[in-house]
């Protein structure tokens, strides 16, 4: 395992490269977007864009996905607000796995004034999608990655509406692919490779779930987006996205609420608030990749000048790779297995390359605080 030299980003990390300086794509790009891009005039393209849609009698213009979270909040208020659009905003929930504060969010985020239809798909089909995914393609939040991107989408084909807006794009912003680098509109082809990881939701379909089940769950073809004249976009290609803007603007002005403590596996406590079964996402992570929430968090924000990289070694040293107990019980309930079942699918999902057995207890064979140490004599030894 290699470590970017100036965030804590791993090269473990699905598509992340490293130039020869040993500094990680999602770094470099941090560099170009607060020192080298113009964001007025990307801003200004925004603008021009929206002039397009934008409907003059106040009907839905817009598509915008939201949990609730920062981030949606974020992008929703500056299209409304900002550039004078009529979203019609759109959530999608695993029924019963909204967390308190998750839902109280979404609560004041309506509140401060907007339209949401929220799509709460087949409980049956979904704790069937999530028990698969955890078992066998090792991620139990698969179908919540595959809904959120494709029921907003879906809203946009019924209701008539050209324009859906998501957030970030996550290649370009915390380390991937650049493919997208330049193209602020992305299609299905982007969804499938880089955010489904490649999987066709119907390799899900068996006795218990079929072709129909699945459709809420399957991104809308190519051919019916383009039909139908619909654009996809990520807002961060138009505004310099910074995650802890986004939640100071959320919380001013959509009454969001951070938790009180830091979530469990990390050291904020703003974000990714929503979901009881996020936490076993980001575990599978650091069994699939030796890197899990805090390394995650900790790289966005030494990028954004908000945190070093000192002190984000120590931070990913105490608590990347903390198990998610609040919502074990509950999620053992959910999928229907016992605890030892649990831990047999964990140690399928675990990379023997990343981890060894010490005293009977797994570690990282080469965590970051550790290759830090080796650098620090390697210096003491050269003075
Ligand atoms: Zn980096």
Redesign the pocket.
């Known amino acids: 395992m290699k470590y970017?030299k100036?965030?804590v980003?791993s090269n473990t990390r699905p598509r992340i490269t490293f130039d020869e300086e040993g500094?990680?794509n999602?770094?470099r790009y941090s560099e170009e977007k607060f020192n080298k891009i113009n964001w007025k005039a990307k801003w200004k393209k925004l603008e021009a864009f929206c002039n397009r849609y934008r409907a003059k009698d106040g009907s839905y213009d817009c598509i915008i996905p939201v949990s609730g979270g920062k981030d949606g909040s974020y992008v929703a208020w500056r299209m409304k607000h900002d550039l004078r659009m009529h979203p019609l905003c759109v959530t999608w929930q695993g029924n019963g796995l909204a967390t308190d504060i998750g839902r109280k969010n979404l609560e004041n985020f309506v509140n401060s004034g907007f339209d949401l239809i929220a799509v709460i798909p087949n409980g049956r089909v979904y704790r069937k999608l999530t028990k698969k995914g955890f078992v066998e393609f090792g991620d139990p939040f698969l179908p919540f990655i595959f809904g959120q991107m494709a029921a907003p989408v879906r809203i946009a084909i019924n209701y008539g509406i050209k324009l859906v807006v998501y957030g970030e794009d996550p290649e370009i912003e915390y380390g991937g692919s650049i493919k997208t680098k330049n193209l602020p509109v992305f299609d299905g082809e982007y969804v499938r490779k880089f955010l489904y990881s490649e999987q066709n939701v119907d390799k899900y379909i068996d006795k218990e779930i079929s072709l129909n089940d699945l459709k809420p769950f399957m991104f809308p073809s190519e051919k019916e987006i383009e039909s139908k004249g619909i654009k996809l976009i990520h807002f961060s290609h138009f505004d310099l996205w910074d995650p802890y803007k986004n939640y100071e603007l959320a919380k001013e002005k959509c009454g969001f609420r951070a938790r009180k403590n830091r979530s469990e596996g990390t050291f904020t406590n703003y974000a990714s608030l929503d979901d009881k079964l996020d936490g076993f996402h980001y575990y599978l992570m650091w069994m699939k990749f030796g890197i899990c929430r805090a390394t995650s968090d900790a790289?966005h924000l030494i990028r954004e000048g908000r945190l070093t990289r000192e002190v984000a070694i120590k931070l990913v040293k105490k608590y990347d790779g903390e198990f998610p107990k609040k919502y074990f019980k509950f999620f053992l309930d959910y999928i229907g297995l016992t605890e030892k079942e649990f831990w047999k699918v964990i140690e399928k999902w675990r990379n023997r390359n990343i981890f060894e057995k010490v005293n009977g207890k797994w570690r990282v064979k080469n965590p970051i605080w550790k290759q830090q140490c080796e650098n620090e004599d390697k210096n003491k030894n050269r003075k």
């Open positions: 970017c100036k965030c980003m500094v990680c999602a770094c790289g």
